[in-house]
């Protein structure tokens, strides 16, 4: 989401869309290819663009004939927008897709099959094979890989030392967590203990974490029902009801949107919220968090942690010769280690937030050690703040956003809003509601 809307979620260097303002080689040569492509930072991040710009015409140069053009959108995915601009044929020739859409597009045929061009991305082979295996359909491949990551406890080191908590040992149980969340509340007015959502989409969203993370499941496992009326479903939306209305430490404003947790959190009042570690980098670069106060943890006792991400897809109605100069763009400036979005050095210099372990789409691989090994490098952040996670969450096995992710979304957002909004909500009713929606959903979608 983040996102992504998410959402979900990405490279400070690596999305967002506008126009690019670059020059067309002279036209009519041998070998003239132009392709439109997103995600080109804001005119509003002036360094972040000109980075992009820079690597734009680098490209052009290394690949003679070739004219890339950025398309003027922001940000690089909207759920209101995306529909509409697929069905309408109005896509770029490189598009960002979310993972909760993959299977939507590929079976529509709106995205190229690739196969014959992954090559093109020299380090394909040290993807991560399960990252791989999302995009894959049928034997055929219809999209790189851009951004995974896996769900985890942000937290606010110095909101825990104020209130008498040490912040080298976060919490690892829901019941560590009320208890962290009533000290942190207790410091004042203002102070959230626990922040969380309860609309657009992301209340659902992080209902789904949730859950997964005690090991239910918001579906069964053929997709055909809703299966979050559960033990699992009860607990989730129970131990919200209890935070805020019998602990009094998720405040009293809800928060609807993504970047309204994202603005408290950046206040320094918020304790905690789930979240992947770009969360991180968005509340410093952002919603001008200091870098100091930021740690992240594994998820508490997760049976599963929410794994997202996003990747880019080709046009297809792209020419053989614009499916590979993309994907030739894509190798350049999203898969090389030590340049685009790779770039830590850069990124750093431009006052970038560097040293968040927030992409796992290389894994293990020597392309994942060496982007690893950079980012460490030329980190701006506090590394060891984070490690937490990175010890945690290598043990913690990847759940999926379920299919139709966004429509099921929506119908949680009401159980999610119900229960932080109402101090006598009927959690039951809430549960049973949303299931008889989500399954009408379900069958409407065959």
């Given at each position: 989401?983040?996102?992504?809307?998410?959402?979900?979620?990405?490279?400070?260097?690596?999305?967002?869309?506008c126009?690019?303002?670059?020059?067309?080689?002279?036209?009519g040569?041998?070998?003239?290819?132009?392709?439109?492509?997103?995600?080109?930072?804001?005119?509003?991040?002036?360094?972040?663009?000109?980075?992009?710009?820079?690597?734009?015409?680098?490209?052009?140069?290394?690949?003679?004939?070739?004219?890339?053009?950025?398309?003027?959108?922001?940000?690089?995915?909207?759920?209101?927008?995306?529909?509409?601009?697929?069905?309408?044929?109005?896509?770029?020739?490189?598009?960002?897709?979310?993972?909760?859409?993959?299977?939507?597009?590929?079976?529509?045929?709106q995205?190229?099959?690739?196969?014959?061009?992954?090559?093109?991305?020299k380090?394909?082979?040290?993807?991560?094979?399960?990252?791989?295996?999302?995009?894959?359909?049928?034997g055929?491949?219809?999209?790189?890989?851009?951004?995974?990551?896996?769900?985890?406890?942000?937290?606010?080191?110095?909101?825990?030392?104020?209130?008498?908590?040490?912040?080298?040992?976060?919490?690892?149980?829901?019941?560590?967590?009320?208890?962290a969340?009533?000290k942190?509340?207790?410091?004042?007015?203002?102070?959230?203990?626990?922040?969380?959502?309860?609309?657009?989409?992301?209340g659902?969203?992080h209902?789904?974490?949730?859950?997964?993370?005690r090991?239910g499941?918001?579906?069964t496992?053929?997709?055909?029902?809703?299966?979050f009326?559960?033990?699992?479903?009860?607990?989730?939306?129970?131990?919200?009801?209890?935070?805020?209305?019998?602990?009094?430490?998720?405040?009293?404003?809800?928060?609807?949107?993504?970047?309204?947790?994202?603005?408290?959190?950046?206040?320094?009042?918020?304790?905690?919220?789930?979240?992947a570690?770009?969360?991180?980098t968005?509340?410093?670069?952002?919603?001008?968090?200091?870098?100091?106060?930021?740690?992240?943890t594994?998820?508490?006792?997760?049976?599963?942690?929410?794994?997202?991400?996003?990747?880019?897809?080709?046009?297809?109605?792209?020419?053989p010769?614009?499916?590979?100069?993309?994907?030739?763009?894509?190798?350049f400036r999203?898969?090389?280690?030590?340049?685009?979005?790779?770039?830590?050095?850069?990124?750093?210099?431009?006052?970038?937030?560097?040293?968040?372990?927030?992409?796992?789409?290389?894994?293990?691989?020597?392309?994942?050690?060496?982007?690893?090994?950079?980012?460490?490098?030329?980190?701006?952040?506090?590394?060891?703040?984070?490690?937490?996670?990175?010890?945690?969450?290598a043990?913690?096995?990847?759940?999926?956003?379920?299919?139709?992710?966004?429509?099921?979304?929506?119908?949680?957002?009401?159980?999610?809003?119900?229960?932080?909004?109402?101090?006598?909500?009927d959690?039951?009713?809430?549960?049973?509601?949303?299931?008889?929606?989500?399954?009408a959903?379900?069958?409407?979608?065959g």
């Amino acid at each position: 989401m983040k996102r992504s809307a998410g959402l979900l979620v990405a490279s400070a260097l690596g999305l967002a869309a506008c126009g690019s303002g670059q020059q067309a080689p002279p036209a009519g040569g041998a070998g003239q290819v132009t392709i439109t492509v997103a995600c080109q930072p804001a005119k509003s991040a002036p360094k972040e663009r000109q980075a992009w710009d820079d690597d734009v015409a680098a490209f052009m140069k290394a690949n003679p004939g070739v004219t890339v053009k950025s398309t003027d959108q922001q940000p690089c995915f909207d759920p209101k927008t995306f529909g509409p601009k697929l069905a309408g044929g109005q896509m770029e020739t490189v598009f960002v897709v979310p993972v909760t859409n993959y299977d939507d597009v590929i079976r529509q045929g709106q995205a190229l099959d690739i196969t014959a061009y992954t090559g093109e991305i020299k380090n394909w082979d040290d993807l991560r094979q399960d990252v791989r295996d999302l995009v894959t359909k049928d034997g055929k491949v219809y999209g790189v890989p851009n951004v995974h990551y896996g769900v985890g406890l942000v937290y606010n080191r110095k909101l825990f030392a104020e209130a008498g908590l040490d912040p080298n040992t976060p919490p690892t149980t829901w019941a560590e967590i009320r208890e962290a969340a009533k000290k942190i509340a207790a410091l004042g007015p203002g102070h959230v203990g626990y922040g969380e959502y309860s609309g657009g989409n992301t209340g659902g969203w992080h209902f789904t974490q949730a859950i997964y993370g005690r090991g239910g499941s918001i579906l069964t496992d053929d997709g055909k029902k809703a299966a979050f009326n559960s033990p699992e479903g009860r607990a989730v939306l129970q131990t919200l009801h209890d935070m805020r209305w019998v602990d009094d430490s998720m405040g009293t404003k809800l928060l609807v949107g993504w970047e309204s947790l994202m603005v408290a959190m950046g206040s320094g009042k918020v304790g905690m919220m789930l979240g992947a570690p770009d969360v991180v980098t968005d509340v410093v670069g952002k919603f001008k968090g200091s870098v100091a106060d930021y740690g992240i943890t594994g998820f508490p006792e997760a049976k599963a942690s929410l794994s997202g991400g996003e990747a880019f897809m080709i046009n297809p109605k792209a020419t053989p010769e614009e499916a590979k100069a993309g994907m030739r763009w894509l190798d350049f400036r999203f898969n090389t280690v030590g340049k685009g979005r790779f770039d830590f050095a850069r990124g750093k210099a431009i006052g970038n937030p560097v040293g968040v372990p927030d992409n796992a789409v290389y894994g293990d691989s020597p392309t994942g050690q060496a982007i690893q090994a950079d980012r460490v490098k030329n980190a701006s952040l506090p590394v060891e703040n984070y490690d937490p996670y990175v010890k945690a969450s290598a043990a913690i096995p990847p759940k999926a956003e379920p299919v139709h992710a966004q429509e099921i979304y929506a119908i949680l957002d009401v159980a999610m809003s119900g229960v932080l909004s109402d101090e006598d909500a009927d959690i039951d009713k809430l549960l049973a509601d949303a299931e008889t929606k989500v399954n009408a959903v379900l069958a409407a979608k065959g």
